[in-house]
């Protein structure tokens, strides 16, 4: 079955750059989507497709991708986004598949 | 405004059955494909099960295949997951999402969740 690798943690000082990456198979064929998730509560759907963000979520938050790894990218940290963030991405089986997640911590 | 609504959590013996509903409103219904996502007790999400806007095709994770089984009411806008022969790693919070998407699965709205605890 298909698998997507996320680093477990990263920390970012506030007002600095992050990148969350994501490793799969599956992503040679599919787009990922991101999530934010605080503790508590549910997802949060931050980017899709190839970079697009839902409405009300700020334009700090970007996603690349290169062959088989996707990226998330925050550009000026604020402390709001300290969250666990997961990738997600369809296989070629028509399942779906989460990374493990990124908790982010905002130094 | 979008909402979904879980229910039917509970806490369950080994190997009993439970039935989720997720109570969709503030669009049409018929247009979407629906998720199962789950996440247990300190642990990150995971995929359970997907239904297409159309109800043609369904797909299920490894782990709950030949167990769960998911389908949709169009009339009453709501989707179901039949939980059969539960194992205590069922353990979860289940949440239902709504997926826009034609082409790769992406979630937009989510429910707020209900607690499954499967336990002797």
């Known amino acids: 079955s298909s698998e997507l690798t996320q680093d477990p943690a990263v920390s970012v000082a506030l007002g600095q750059t992050v990148r969350i990456t994501c490793q799969g198979d599956?992503?040679?064929?599919?787009?990922a989507s991101w999530y934010q998730q605080r503790p508590g509560q549910a997802p949060v759907l931050v980017i899709y497709d190839k970079n697009y963000r839902p409405s009300g979520i700020p334009d700090r938050f970007s996603a690349s991708s290169s062959g088989n790894t996707a990226y998330l990218t925050i550009t000026g940290a604020q402390a709001e986004d300290e969250a666990d963030y997961y990738c997600?991405?369809?296989?070629?089986?028509?399942?779906?598949?989460f990374g493990g997640g990124t908790k982010l911590t905002v130094l | 405004q979008v909402q979904l609504v879980e229910s039917g959590g509970g806490v369950i013996q080994p190997g009993g059955s439970l039935r989720l509903s997720c109570t969709a409103s503030g669009y049409t219904f018929t247009t979407y494909g629906l998720h199962w996502v789950r996440q247990a007790p300190g642990k990150g999400l995971e995929w359970v099960a997907v239904i297409w806007f159309d109800g043609s095709k369904k797909c299920y994770g490894d782990s709950v295949r030949g167990r769960f089984t998911i389908s949709r009411d169009d009339y009453k806008n709501t989707l179901y997951l039949q939980m059969n022969s539960l194992r205590v790693e069922d353990t979860a919070v289940y949440y239902c999402?709504?997926?826009?998407?034609?082409?790769?699965?992406?979630?937009?709205?989510w429910g707020q969740g209900t607690l499954v605890t499967v336990s002797s």
């Open positions: 599956s992503l040679r064929s599919y787009y």
């Open positions: 997600h991405s369809r296989d070629t089986s028509d399942k779906g598949v």
């Open positions: 999402a709504r997926d826009p998407s034609s082409t790769s699965y992406h979630f937009d709205y």
